[in-house]
Every structure is written in structure tokens, then in C-alpha cells.
């Protein structure tokens, strides 16, 4: 069966930093593009940033390119998004994400608070 | 605001068929046959329905069916049920970037 489990959200302050990982099981983490997807509270989601299996390719929004970077260590099977210089706006539920090769999303985690308050 | 269109409410009475748009361009719905929709109740994350504009995984309810036209894709629910009420958000491929659409609350009446 197929696991994400994420970690690491929390309470951070405007222009902190916060790092969430994303423990993965189930399926051959390192065969697998990831993604994080976003949700504001109350609004629709919002694609964040994608990770090529093998980690050599990564890709980010506009809105969080220059302050988050995606990572992953296939030896643990394990993502991560670090998060830098938060702003209000990124306040979310993170969604660890399966890719699949014909640009969909099959497997969601439960996902992982994210407030960014003063 | 979200970059593909999709009406913010729907509904339909039990056993009814219901069909919910989503707007894009010839940038993402009308440049890729990479559409896919997510089905999200309260408080749980996104489950895939449609993946690749009219194909379902497996465990989907053939009650639920994709299509596309131009820069406008469609999911449409027959037979209507109460565990159908929820919020449905469809997806394209952008060009080394993924969009979504703003969500569909689907009302049973």
C-alpha cells in the first residue's frame, strides 16, 4: 500500500524558515517523480514544486522560486521542501504528492499544517 | 486566481448527471491531453477520478467519465450519489509547471 507521510509544518514567523519532509513507502520511491501541492486555507490547491526521480531535475512556481527548495534522498525515501523567508501567503496544508508520467497525481499524503504568523 | 476556470458550484439531484468545466488555453487543457481530476471531501487531501482527460483508475466508479474540447475539459458524474457531494478541482500540465483549477463544490441535492 502505498504511504506519504508528511512532517514538519508548524507556527513560524514572516521571513523564517521551515523545513517539511515527506516520508514515502509502499512503492519504489527512487522510480517516482514527487510533487507538493498546496491548499490555503479554505481556497483550491496551488502546484508548488516537482522533483524528477532521480533528483537532477527539479521545478518550482512563481511564487515560491528563490525561497523554496525541493529535495529528496532516494536512500531513506524521503522528500523534502525547504522553505525559506516565508511570507503570510504561504500559510497551507502541504501535500506530499506522487507524480506519474502522464502529468497526474495518484497518491496524496494527509498532509501538513503550515502557518506563517507574527 | 487560479489559471484554469472552473464554475464554483454544481449540483444535481440523486441518480441525476452532473457536468462540471474547466477552462484553460492553448498554453495548458489545449496544448496537452494531460488533464486529470481530483475529488476532495472535508478535511481529507485530493483522490485521483480522471487522469489523462477520460481515463480511471482503478477503484473509480465508472460514474465518473472526462472529456475535452479545445481549451475546455469536462467531468461528467452520472447517476448521481450523496458520497459524490464534495469539492472537485481538475489539473493540467503547463509546460515545466502544473495548473490547477479553482474547485467545483458539488452539491447532492
Known amino acids: 500500500e502505498v504511504q506519504l507521510v508528511e512532517s514538519g509544518g508548524g507556527l513560524v514567523q514572516p521571513g523564517g524558515s521551515l523545513r517539511l519532509s515527506c516520508a514515502a513507502s509502499g512503492f519504489t520511491f527512487s522510480s517516482s517523480g514527487m510533487t507538493w501541492v498546496r491548499q490555503a486555507p479554505g481556497k483550491g490547491l496551488e502546484w508548488v514544486s516537482h522533483i524528477s526521480s532521480s533528483g537532477t531535475t527539479t521545478y518550482y512556481a512563481d511564487s515560491v522560486k528563490g525561497r523554496f527548495t525541493i529535495s529528496r534522498d532516494n536512500a531513506k525515501n524521503s522528500l523534502y521542501l525547504q522553505m525559506n523567508s516565508l511570507r503570510d501567503e504561504d500559510s497551507a496544508v502541504y501535500y506530499c504528492v506522487r507524480f506519474r508520467s502522464g502529468s497526474y497525481f495518484d497518491y496524496w499524503g494527509p498532509g501538513t499544517l503550515v502557518t506563517v504568523s507574527s | 486566481q487560479s489559471a484554469l476556470t472552473q464554475p464554483p458550484s454544481a449540483s444535481g439531484s440523486p441518480g441525476q448527471s452532473v457536468t462540471i468545466s474547466c477552462t484553460g488555453t492553448?498554453?495548458?487543457?489545449?496544448?496537452?491531453?494531460?488533464v486529470s481530476w481530483y475529488q476532495q471531501h472535508p478535511g481529507k487531501a485530493p483522490k485521483l477520478m480522471i487522469y489523462?482527460?477520460?481515463k480511471r483508475p482503478s477503484g473509480v466508479p465508472d460514474r465518473f467519465s472526462g472529456s475535452k474540447s479545445g481549451n475546455t475539459a469536462s467531468l461528467t458524474v452520472s447517476g448521481l450519489q450523496a458520497e459524490d457531494e464534495a469539492d472537485y478541482y481538475c489539473?493540467?500540465?503547463?509546460?515545466?509547471?502544473?495548473?490547477f483549477g479553482g474547485g467545483t463544490k458539488l452539491t447532492v441535492l
Open positions: 489523462e482527460v477520460n
Open positions: 492553448s498554453s495548458d487543457v489545449g496544448g496537452y491531453n494531460y
Open positions: 489539473s493540467s500540465y503547463a509546460g515545466i509547471k502544473w495548473v
